[in-house]
């Protein structure tokens, strides 16, 4: 049986989902281009589907695009562009940059703009029940009334303000009954968009337009929920929230939280300005070659890019792709991925393995090819 860390449960339990196995990953703000620490987050989810539908399901991961926020707003602003004009250029790119990585599709990739309706619905079901209230043109969901608000994060009320102020919360907005309240609607600015409902003109808070995508495409309660760490709280915490407040029901069966990728010692952010972007790192390495250098690491585990990753990654693939076809370690990895979904484990048992058959197989599993490729823009070797 499979194992997973389930971050509400704080520990690894049985992932156990049924024939059709339902996934649902944050996806990008498209105001930039995808940073290496996306890339961790969906080779995690990816890999995860390629041994689940190994062992015989089917899997259905829908990943969202937060076409409309705050920061695609001012992003939009400040190049003087329509924030839908450049939600697509970085969507073309981004997901370009993810076939290259040989990520499997998406079951669906909805936009926020596409759930007006479903989000207002939403918001009216949530003030109609009590959860929610009408402040200063917004509407806010009231924390009181989820018993259980906090449960995924498993943090104390100090250190979820703390984490509030930092990740766009506004606990100091005076509208709120309580400064952990959150946004579901809020008034748009003059130059923002804007659509009509019985609160006022305005567009949705961050939260509430996953609930209303993932039930609209998967249902009230999905398997798994991914995202990286920096997501759990306060973005999930209150996804979670507002959800179980309309349905019931779990939001998710379990909490799929991905570690933090550095760079010069800090978090990678686009705030921060430190990343590394994917597509820049396919002008010079094959995709095999990045999507190993991430595998390498343990999806929990935070950790820093060191370029030097990359060509111990191209290394590895010469090493595999000389071994030849066949399914040496092919048992090993099954049962590494199965512990956690252990990919350095699985690496390493492949490495193993190529000195005495063919790999290609056990790789499969990690989505990499151990064949080259002639595939446009697919390097035979290491640097370009």
Not at 61 to 70: A, E, G, S
């Amino acid at each position: 049986m499979m194992r997973l860390f389930d971050t509400a449960a704080g520990e690894v339990v049985p992932f156990a989902p049924g024939r059709v196995a339902t996934m649902y990953t944050c996806g990008i703000t498209p105001y930039d281009s995808a940073h290496l620490g996306h890339a961790a987050v969906y080779l995690a989810c990816d890999v995860l589907q390629r041994r689940l539908r190994d062992l015989g399901h089917s899997t259905r991961c829908v990943r969202n695009v937060t076409d409309v926020d705050d920061d695609i707003l001012r992003k939009a602003r400040e190049l003087g562009v329509h924030y839908l004009d450049l939600a697509a250029e970085e969507m073309a790119r981004f997901d370009a940059d993810m076939k290259a990585l040989n990520l499997l599709p998406a079951y669906a990739e909805p936009r926020a703009t596409s759930a007006i309706p479903e989000i207002l619905s939403l918001v009216d079901a949530l003030v109609s029940s009590g959860h929610a209230y009408a402040g200063a043109g917004a509407v806010y969901f009231d924390v009181s009334s989820a018993p259980n608000f906090g449960h995924l994060s498993r943090l104390g009320r100090e250190e979820m303000l703390a984490l509030a102020a930092e990740r766009g919360g506004n606990p100091e907005d005076p509208a709120k009954r309580d400064p952990l309240d959150f946004v579901l609607w809020q008034p748009a600015a003059p130059d923002e968009p804007s659509w009509e409902s019985r609160f006022g003109p305005g567009r949705p808070g961050w939260h509430i337009e996953c609930s209303a995508l993932a039930m609209r495409e998967l249902g009230p309660t999905v398997d798994l929920h991914g995202g990286g760490s920096d997501l759990v709280f306060p973005h999930h915490e209150c996804e979670a929230a507002q959800s179980e407040a309309v349905t019931g029901k779990p939001l998710a069966r379990h909490w799929f939280h991905v570690g933090m990728v550095g760079l010069g010692g800090r978090k990678m952010s686009k705030s921060l300005g430190n990343l590394v972007f994917v597509g820049d790192l396919l002008e010079d390495w094959e995709p095999d070659a990045v999507r190993l250098a991430v595998l390498a690491q343990h999806y929990r585990s935070g950790w820093e890019f060191d370029p030097a990753a990359l060509d111990l990654a191209s290394a590895r693939l010469d090493r595999w792709r000389g071994a030849g076809k066949g399914d040496a370690g092919l048992e090993d990895v099954r049962r590494l991925l199965d512990d956690d979904l252990d990919t350095p484990g699985a690496i390493e048992a492949l490495d193993a393995a190529s000195a005495s058959g063919g790999v290609s197989a056990g790789a499969a599993l990690l989505g990499v090819e151990t064949a080259y490729s002639s595939e446009p823009g697919r390097r035979p070797t290491g640097r370009g």
